[in-house]
């Protein structure tokens, strides 16, 4: 008896981790159906985001679909800035422990949209990809 009370929190730890497993899994199979109508798109689990053309669309990951859906055009951005702790870094020298790592597109009306990502490495190829496509269009 005192066995089976040993392993019954094991059982519910399997159980709990197997269906957080799926959970995620349900997620990125979302993800790559949504990603196929996009020429470059990234997932992580703090938001997607896909580009066609001169169009950014993003927003968050769940296993029951992507949910805040925004969209802008790169036509109205004025910069890009990489955020790395609420502080704006040089994409070209940037380091790799880090913990709040954001994108940060200024629109030409004085808004802007601000998308998270767990790399900082890849927020910067990012950066540096959609920025080149800016100087292109400007």
């Not at 992507?66 to 502080?87: G, K, Y």
Request: include cysteine.
């Amino acid at each position: 008896m005192e066995r089976g009370l040993f392993w019954l929190p094991l059982l519910f730890a399997f159980f709990w981790l197997a269906w957080q497993g799926y959970q995620e899994y349900q997620k990125v199979e979302i993800y790559r159906l949504w990603g196929k109508q996009f020429t470059r798109a990234k997932y992580d689990i703090y938001a997607v985001i896909g580009q066609k053309d001169n169009d950014i669309t993003w927003g968050k990951p769940t296993a029951k679909g992507i949910i805040n859906l925004q969209t802008f055009s790169l036509l109205d951005v004025q910069e890009i800035q990489l955020l790395v702790n609420n502080n704006s870094v040089d994409m070209e020298n940037i380091t790799t422990k880090n913990v709040n790592v954001k994108l940060q597109f200024l629109l030409k009306n004085n808004e802007s949209v601000e998308i998270p990502f767990t790399q900082v490495t890849l927020a910067a190829e990012w950066g540096k990809c959609l920025q080149g496509i800016i100087t292109r269009n400007h």
